[in-house]
């Protein structure tokens, strides 16, 4: 099971990784809102992204996410510690999301 602050700390890698080592962000120009949804843990977070910086971290439900990602808090902390693939997460269905094709390559970057 996962504890609450390693899974905080995987969004803040998650978050980490949007910006490149030069303080840069890595995706410049995109604007969204990303929800995270841990059904295991009945836990909403959400992250706002602006021209490619992300905002802090909230613990909400948005209205209208441009993304949403659904998935088991111990698949969450696997993808951002590499001990899970991003891609056998999809094919098996342990990670669901709703987003367009465009973002879903950009999130490639920060998964």
Known sequence: MVTQETLL???????ARMMGEDGAPVLPGWDR???YYFPDVEEY????V???HPLPLTREELDD???RLTMS??????LMDKTISGL???TTGKVKVKA???DMRKMQVFM
């Open 73 to 78: 808090a111990e698949t969450f902390v696997g």
């Open 45 to 48: 977070w959400a992250m706002v």
């Open 100 to 102: 367009s094709m465009a």
């Open 88 to 90: 056998v997460a999809m």
């Open 9 to 15: 700390e995987a969004l803040e890698k998650a978050r």
């Open 50 to 52: 602006e021209d490619g």
């Open 33 to 35: 809102k990303i929800q």
């Open 65 to 67: 996410p441009d993304i």
